[in-house]
């Protein structure tokens, strides 16, 4: 097979960090590694146009949602579709169900094998939201009758998340795990010095790295931790993560005398695992998560995880971890179970579990959506398309193929 231009389109990516964002740039290295050439579309302030480790990267300026702590989306359908015709790609790749469900039809009109990549599922984040189970599921239901229709392939990254569409008789789905970078991620980032800095050696450190949002569900970590107290046991919680939900967490971590320190969003990905392995335990509330990178890093790291019952986590913990309804009481449950484990046990199923998610399994997986095959190292097509901002229009030029 020849390399092929895999173009990737994405929204509501998180400014520096999350879980959209490590899968983007991790699957884009792999591509890029098994002869491909990666090119990454997304939102930001304005046009810039870059070569990176996960291949081209393009933004187009996209105006801010408010109220989501960063997010922005490409809103120009029109600038976004000259971008594409100009790029001319073999294959396009969309981790975008709702926003950027047209492009399905330009890949149809282009001619072009198009994949819808399903990072959530749409009913579960309508029920974070307050939508009512039945009208969550009708609504549900109908984006993903049209999701199914307009692309060559729908990619769900667990069993959990690929139900919302068998449901609807959908056959054109495929199963492709995500993964987790086990050599960076490893039980040997536990620091104690680390760890004295949040909580004393006769204090249980739990940890929830996750973006501070309604449909992440933070306040649940709070919830477990107030139940925890509240039994005699002595806690301290270090949330790892920005949101638009920070300012009411703090407010009422102060006004309840709650042990809780909030670091905001960690830039340093070594500190990041430390943090993970040197906790007792960590926390993934997110009822509508479908994978759970976050959790999983723990895990490689060595730290088991308690999850929401609700999620596709119990699928990817197995029984490494422990599972909680969606409340304070459940979780802080779960979380007492897991410390009545022996502590190398706990960290040693922990690590057996993430190992195995590599990434080399999921680019692989991911390629053969696309019914694409290693070409070995990439050979010489560069980058001819050049991008220029005027009167915030992008001119490209159409490189030779």
């Given at each position: 097979?020849?390399?092929?231009?895999?173009?990737?389109?994405?929204?509501?990516?998180?400014?520096?960090?999350?879980?959209?964002?490590?899968?983007?740039?991790?699957?884009?290295?792999?591509?890029?590694?098994?002869?491909?050439?990666?090119?990454?579309?997304?939102?930001?302030?304005?046009?810039?146009?870059?070569?990176?480790?996960?291949?081209?990267?393009?933004?187009?300026?996209?105006?801010?949602?408010?109220?989501?702590?960063?997010?922005?989306?490409?809103?120009?359908?029109?600038?976004?579709?000259?971008?594409?015709?100009?790029?001319?790609?073999?294959?396009?790749?969309?981790?975008?169900?709702?926003?950027?469900?047209?492009?399905?039809?330009?890949?149809?009109?282009?001619?072009?094998?198009?994949?819808?990549?399903?990072?959530?599922?749409?009913?579960?984040?309508?029920?974070?939201?307050?939508?009512?189970?039945?009208?969550?599921?009708?609504?549900?239901?109908?984006?993903?009758?049209?999701?199914?229709?307009?692309?060559?392939?729908?990619?769900?990254?667990?069993?959990?998340?690929?139900?919302?569409?068998?449901?609807?008789?959908?056959?054109?789905?495929?199963?492709?795990?995500?993964?987790?970078?086990?050599?960076?991620?490893?039980?040997?980032?536990?620091?104690?010095?680390?760890?004295?800095?949040?909580?004393?050696?006769?204090?249980?450190?739990?940890?929830?790295?996750?973006?501070?949002?309604?449909?992440?569900?933070?306040?649940?970590?709070?919830?477990?931790?107030?139940?925890?107290?509240?039994?005699?046991?002595?806690?301290?919680?270090?949330?790892?993560?920005?949101?638009?939900?920070?300012?009411?967490?703090?407010?009422?971590?102060?006004?309840?005398?709650?042990?809780?320190?909030?670091?905001?969003?960690?830039?340093?990905?070594?500190?990041?695992?430390?943090?993970?392995?040197?906790?007792?335990?960590?926390?993934?509330?997110?009822?509508?998560?479908?994978?759970?990178?976050?959790?999983?890093?723990a895990m490689a790291c060595g730290t088991p995880v308690v999850v929401s019952a609700s999620?596709?986590?119990?699928?990817?913990?197995?029984?490494?971890?422990?599972?909680?309804?969606?409340?304070?009481?459940?979780?802080?449950?779960?979380?007492?179970?897991?410390?009545?484990?022996?502590?190398?046990?706990?960290?040693?199923?922990?690590?057996?579990?993430?190992?195995?998610?590599?990434?080399?399994?999921?680019?692989?997986?991911?390629?053969?959506?696309?019914?694409?095959?290693?070409?070995?190292?990439?050979?010489?097509?560069?980058?001819?398309?050049?991008?220029?901002?005027?009167?915030?229009?992008?001119?490209?030029?159409?490189?030779?193929?």
């Open positions: 097979m020849r390399s092929l231009r895999i173009v990737r389109l994405a929204n509501f990516v998180a400014p520096a960090s999350g879980g959209l964002r490590t899968a983007l740039r991790e699957l884009g290295k792999g591509y890029r590694t098994a002869g491909h050439e990666p090119v990454l579309i997304v939102p930001g302030e304005r046009v810039t146009d870059a070569e990176t480790e996960q291949g081209r990267v393009i933004t187009l300026p996209g105006p801010l949602l408010p109220g989501t702590g960063g997010y922005r989306v490409l809103a120009d359908r029109r600038r976004v579709a000259r971008l594409l015709e100009a790029l001319a790609p073999d294959r396009l790749e969309v981790s975008d169900r709702t926003t950027l469900r047209w492009t399905g039809r330009w890949a149809r009109r282009a001619r072009v094998p198009a994949v819808m990549v399903s990072h959530e599922t749409a009913d579960g984040v309508l029920r974070t939201w307050g939508v009512p189970e039945g009208a969550a599921r009708r609504a549900a239901d109908a984006l993903n009758i049209r999701t199914a229709h307009t692309y060559a392939r729908v990619v769900c990254t667990t069993e959990f998340a690929e139900r919302e569409f068998v449901r609807i008789g959908a056959r054109n789905v495929v199963r492709a795990p995500l993964g987790v970078d086990l050599s960076e991620r490893h039980p040997a980032l536990r620091d104690a010095r680390l760890r004295g800095v949040y909580a004393r050696v006769d204090e249980t450190l739990l940890v929830a790295c996750t973006r501070l949002s309604v449909e992440k569900r933070p306040g649940t970590a709070l919830d477990a931790l107030e139940a925890l107290v509240r039994r005699g046991r002595r806690t301290v919680l270090v949330v790892a993560g920005d949101g638009p939900l920070r300012p009411r967490l703090e407010q009422r971590a102060r006004e309840s005398g709650l042990p809780v320190v909030f670091l905001g969003h960690v830039t340093d990905r070594g500190l990041l695992g430390a943090l993970q392995a040197s906790a007792d335990v960590c926390l993934a509330p997110g009822p509508a998560e479908t994978f759970g990178l976050a959790a999983l890093e999620s596709a986590l119990p699928e990817v913990i197995g029984a490494a971890g422990a599972v909680a309804a969606d409340h304070g009481e459940a979780f802080a449950d779960a979380v007492e179970m897991l410390l009545e484990r022996p502590f190398d046990e706990r960290r040693g199923a922990a690590r057996a579990r993430a190992e195995c998610f590599g990434w080399g399994a999921a680019v692989e997986a991911f390629l053969a959506a696309h019914d694409a095959t290693p070409v070995g190292v990439r050979g010489g097509r560069e980058a001819a398309v050049h991008l220029t901002a005027v009167r915030d229009e992008t001119s490209a030029v159409r490189r030779p193929r």
